[in-house]
């Protein structure tokens, strides 16, 4: 089974923009996917739809083999979403936080004190659980994030933008955390402007351009003859003719 299934999907918002035109991908478990794409390419439409923040028009949308219409709320289960907008009440402590989103997903109450707590602990924010979030640093921030979206142990995690605004040793250490969860065994979608941070953790990549698959491949497959990930991906947007795979 893979961790998500996307086959021939479309998403036509009211209006008419078609922001995804027929998108087909898998993603295999315990993967850190990289999906690429300049602004407007359908990135977060398509997290959207994976995530049932937005509907879809056409197509369907598996994730874990639990289809994200049909079965909405196990579908959701399986997934830990940290937003690129902080959506977050700012006023809320750390704890609060990461305890709202345990109660929303079901996390039995005598098992969320010590989930939360192990959260807390693996992101280093022990010291700052009683902040409110909008006292914390933009690194910190982010952490909560990342926190917030582990809280009912999902198996697939959706990272849009986790890096924005993080000065470069917080960053490295948001790398860590996400390289520890993946070798947990957890399936990682991320999206990313910093390309270097997807060369780095990425193992296999997509990118969308125009609501369309354009070229996808193990990370490898973009690196070849001493290119780095940008200057491919410079190429690719730019629509040059991508040798490797598209589906
Ligand atoms: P990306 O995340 O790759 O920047 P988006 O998925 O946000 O791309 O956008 C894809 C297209 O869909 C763009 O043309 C954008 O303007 C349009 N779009 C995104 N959200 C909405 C919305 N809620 N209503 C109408 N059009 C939208």
Redesign the pocket.
């Known amino acids: 089974m893979n961790a998500v299934d996307i086959v021939d999907f479309k ?1 036509e ?3 008419g ?4 035109n027929g998108l087909s991908l898998s993603i295999k478990q315990g993967e850190f996917f990289g999906l690429l ?12 739809c994976i995530t049932g923040i ?1 509907s879809i028009t056409s197509g369907s949308i598996q994730v874990y083999g639990i289809d994200v219409v049909a079965d909405y709320r196990e579908a959701r289960k399986k997934i830990g979403l940290s937003p690129q907008d902080f959506n977050v009440d700012i006023f809320s402590k750390v704890w609060q936080i990461l305890d709202y989103n345990a109660g929303y997903f079901g996390v039995p109450k005598e098992k969320r004190a010590t989930r939360i707590e192990e959260l807390l602990e693996r992101f280093d924010l022990t010291s700052h659980r009683n902040k409110a979030f909008q006292h914390l640093s933009g690194g910190l921030k982010r952490r909560v994030m990342l926190a917030r979206a582990l809280v009912h142990d999902p198996d697939l995690i959706i990272l ?1 933008e986790p890096t924005a605004g993080v000065d470069v040793e917080m960053r490295h250490d948001l790398w860590r955390y996400l390289r520890e969860l993946n070798e947990l065994g957890k399936t990682v979608i991320l ?1 990313s402007h910093y390309l270097d941070e997807v060369e780095l953790l990425c193992d296999r990549i997509g990118i ?1 351009n125009n ?1 369309k698959i354009v070229a996808l491949g193990d990370k490898g497959e973009f690196i070849k003859e001493g290119d780095r990930l940008e200057q491919t991906y410079m190429k690719i947007t730019k629509g040059e003719k991508w040798s490797g795979s598209t589906a």
């Open positions: 998403k918002y009211r209006g923009t078609v922001a995804v794409g300049p602004n407007g390419a359908g990135k977060s439409t398509t997290i959207h937005a849009d999206t969308i609501g």
